[in-house]
């Protein structure tokens, strides 16, 4: 026991001699850095030669000043937290400007002519009896089955809606009487193509395979088309919320967006002569963390909505529209549906519009990053009856079967940039990374007349004492049995 007692009183001797060498030698690194540290007023405060009082004075507003430093400090780096940004607005001028994809489809779309070459104009109009009795809600089974019936009477189209829609449509061929681009007489097929939309088979210029670049501007320099809106041989369809007018619906947006006819395209009536003069805006937002969007330059939110639609009209349906845009994959979501029929597509049409509201909500898409916005004024004046004879003179008319055009019938339209000035509109970095630096360097500076340099010195100090602080550690009591 005795033995044990005397062990333990060693120990503690030991454990005590280490304390005296480490709070001693901790404490000639302190007085060593006050004296060497680039921090006016340290020295000051711990100069023992001052009387207590100016010490006293000195630590005070040593303490000030490293309470509103940090402070400071805290305020810019939270500010700097929060990525703000700036917005800038720029009106820019260019030799030339990308000229917006127009889409064009024609109302009441139905061709007489081809309904009844194909032998269903009889059964179409029966149809659209049937429709007209439909006042919304769910479908009977009565009404369904007499659709069906109907339906059947088709007897020479054994195909999708897809294929019906597109046999008795009319062709641009038929309705692009002439074309003028930059001021020239062109070939409409060098410039349009067809396009299946949300409201039938239309046909667009300036796509995305074939751009058009504006180099000039007025009227004279954009796109001027001569259209024949064929409304004798149209058959009329007001029972459909997007066949109650007659002339054209034209869109004016982005080439990577899907035209969404129904909701954006805007009326043009036939027997005028109508004016869009464009004005283009580019946006660009700063991607994460400054602004939640998507940074691909070819994202679309109007893309990332019509494929969220599509995909409830699908499921909903259990059966894919014919407008349907797709990847190049062979293989996407529905693409083991079948092709909607003509009831199917209609009337399911109907159904999905009129629950759509309950599932709007579920479409989550993020806001895209790049925009390019094609805004519009439009004017309009009835066609002078003199220019109808130059007009019957058109290298297009008589092609098309349309050499005596009907002046009621006739649509002009010019779409043209009133001037090669554009708005660029870019965010930008309102607080970087080095102004975050300046601001923590000058709250440094002013109120503790220290540097970056003197952080790197204070935890360099701190390392230094945490070292020396565990090298001299007091071992733990060791027991010894007897």
């Known amino acids: 026991m005795k033995q044990k007692d005397a062990a333990n009183i060693e120990m503690e001797e030991f454990n005590k001699l280490?304390?005296?060498?480490?709070?001693a030698l901790i404490k000639d690194e302190a007085e060593a850095?006050?004296?060497?540290?680039?921090l006016i007023g340290i020295?000051?405060?711990?100069?023992?030669?001052?009387?207590?009082?100016?010490?006293?004075?000195w630590t005070i507003w040593l303490l000030v000043g490293v309470g509103l430093a940090l402070y400071q400090i805290q305020d810019r780096t939270v500010h700097y937290l929060s990525y703000p940004y700036n917005t800038e607005f720029n009106v820019q001028n260019d030799k030339r400007l990308l000229f917006p994809q127009v889409t064009i489809c024609k109302e009441n779309w139905v061709s007489k002519a081809k309904a009844k070459e194909s032998g269903v104009e009889e059964s179409f109009l029966k149809f659209l009896e049937i429709v007209k009795e439909y006042s919304g809600g769910d479908v009977s089974r009565e009404l369904q089955e007499k659709a069906e019936t109907v339906v059947g009477e088709f007897h020479n189209v054994t195909s999708d809606?897809?294929?019906?829609?597109?046999?008795?449509?009319?062709?641009?061929?038929?309705?692009?009487?002439?074309?003028?681009?930059?001021?020239?007489?062109?070939?409409?097929?060098?410039?349009?193509?067809?396009?299946?939309?949300?409201?039938?088979?239309?046909?667009?210029?300036?796509?995305?395979?074939?751009?058009l670049m504006s180099r000039a501007s007025g009227t004279r320099s954009g796109l001027v088309l001569l259209l024949d809106a064929k409304q004798s041989d149209s058959l009329e369809m007001m029972n459909f919320d997007h066949d109650i007018f007659t002339g054209f619906r034209i869109l004016l947006h982005d080439p990577l967006e899907i035209p969404r006819m129904l909701e954006a395209g805007i009326v043009i009536s036939p027997g005028t002569v109508t004016q869009l003069a464009i004005s283009f805006t580019n946006v660009q937002h700063l991607g994460p963390p400054y602004f939640d969007c998507n940074s691909d330059v070819e994202y679309r939110v109007e893309n990332c909505l019509a494929e969220c639609e599509d995909h409830f009209f699908i499921d909903y349906c259990n059966c894919r529209p014919f407008y349907l845009i797709t990847s190049n994959d062979t293989k996407y979501y529905g693409s083991d549906k079948k092709i909607c029929g003509f009831v199917e597509h209609i009337l399911c049409l109907e159904n999905f519009t009129s629950s759509r509201s309950k599932t709007e909500d579920m479409c989550v898409c993020e806001q895209q990053c790049y925009t390019r916005s094609y805004m519009h004024s439009l004017s309009q004046s009835p066609i002078s009856r003199a220019a109808?004879?130059?007009?019957?003179?058109?290298?297009?008319?008589?092609?098309?079967?349309?050499?005596?055009?009907?002046?009621?019938?006739?649509?002009?339209v010019y779409i043209y940039f009133p001037s090669l000035t554009y708005?660029?509109?870019?965010?930008?970095?309102?607080?970087?990374?080095?102004?975050?630096?300046c601001d923590v360097g000058g709250a440094l500076?002013?109120?503790?007349?220290?540097?970056?340099?003197?952080?790197?010195?204070?935890?360099?100090?701190?390392?230094i004492v945490a070292a020396d602080y565990f090298r001299f550690k007091p071992r733990l009591r060791e027991t010894i049995s007897v």
């Open 18 to 23: 280490r304390r005296s060498q480490r709070n």
């Open 33 to 38: 850095f006050t004296k060497t540290v680039s």
């Open 43 to 57: 020295t000051h405060a711990t100069d023992r030669k001052r009387s207590r009082g100016r010490r006293y004075v």
């Open 161 to 211: 809606w897809g294929t019906i829609s597109k046999r008795i449509s009319h062709t641009w061929k038929e309705l692009v009487t002439a074309i003028q681009w930059n001021g020239v007489e062109a070939k409409a097929a060098d410039l349009v193509e067809d396009i299946a939309t949300d409201v039938g088979h239309c046909f667009a210029i300036s796509t995305l395979d074939r751009p």
């Open 388 to 412: 109808l004879p130059f007009f019957s003179l058109s290298s297009n008319a008589s092609s098309n079967g349309s050499s005596a055009l009907d002046p009621p019938d006739l649509t002009i």
């Open 423 to 437: 708005t660029n509109v870019v965010a930008v970095e309102a607080y970087s990374f080095l102004a975050l630096l």
């Open 445 to 463: 500076s002013l109120l503790l007349g220290a540097t970056l340099l003197t952080v790197y010195e204070v935890a360099e100090f701190l390392v």
